[in-house]
T-cell receptor, first 110, second 114 residues
């Protein structure tokens, strides 16, 4: 089975940094994905991690520790347009399907 | 982004109606997915097709019936739905089912069952 936990809401100031944590328990792990979803829109792919370590993509970085069942998404130099829901998803090794967390709603304030 | 399109974007239906949701992907992918997204809940995987073959029916009630005529098109036929079926229905596609494949989502159909 899958158990994916992430905070429900976070608030930060424009220009600041926010770190969204995701912990998971899974019977088989293939990789971990992060998606961004603006209200009323499709989830859009941000990053994925297969091996331990940090993946950096511009203002966004994602970290994975497989031994700890832990990932985080780091958003730097926050902009108002970063206000959205951020979804953590685990790819299962037995069937390659994605299991999603409930999402973290990030609100960026001026 | 027009890689994955869905129609209609919004749908209101009564419990006795029959309607269909349509999804089309223009990415040359071979796997397609239906998800249900309810407020404050994780996305729930409903159906998976890989090379037009259904590989997953995640205990979905029979009032939801998928159809995948080819690798580019996916339908979800709806019949005698319940108010608790009101949700955002998302379609996604990926290169294939296997390995670490990124899924790309359509904008969704917002469904309201009265």
């Amino acid at each position: 089975g899958q158990n994916i936990d992430q905070p429900t809401e976070m608030t930060a100031t424009e220009g600041a940094i926010v770190q969204i944590n995701c912990t998971y328990q899974t019977s088989g792990f293939n990789g971990l994905f992060w998606y961004q979803q603006h209200a009323g829109e499709a989830p859009t792919f941000l990053s994925y991690n297969v091996l331990d370590g940090l993946e950096e993509k511009g203002r966004f970085s994602s970290f994975l520790s497989r031994s700890k069942g832990y990932s985080y998404l780091l958003l730097k130099e926050l902009q108002m347009k970063d206000s959205a829901s951020y979804l953590c998803a685990v790819s299962r090794s037995n069937d390659y399907k994605l299991s999603f967390g409930a999402g973290t709603t990030v609100t960026v304030r001026a | 982004e027009t890689g994955v399109t869905q129609t209609p974007r919004h749908l209101v239906m009564g419990m006795t109606n029959k309607k269909s949701l349509k999804c089309e992907q223009h990415l040359g992918h071979n796997a397609m997915y239906w998800y249900k997204q309810s407020a404050k809940k994780p996305l729930e995987l409903m159906f998976v097709y890989n090379f037009k073959e259904q590989t997953e029916n995640n205990s979905v009630p029979s009032r939801f019936s998928p159809e995948c005529p080819n690798s580019s098109h996916l339908f979800l036929h709806l019949h005698t739905l319940q108010p608790e079926d009101s949700a955002l229905y998302l379609c996604a596609s990926s290169q294939a089912l296997g390995g670490v494949e990124t899924q790309y989502f359509g904008p969704g159909t917002r469904l309201l069952v009265l």
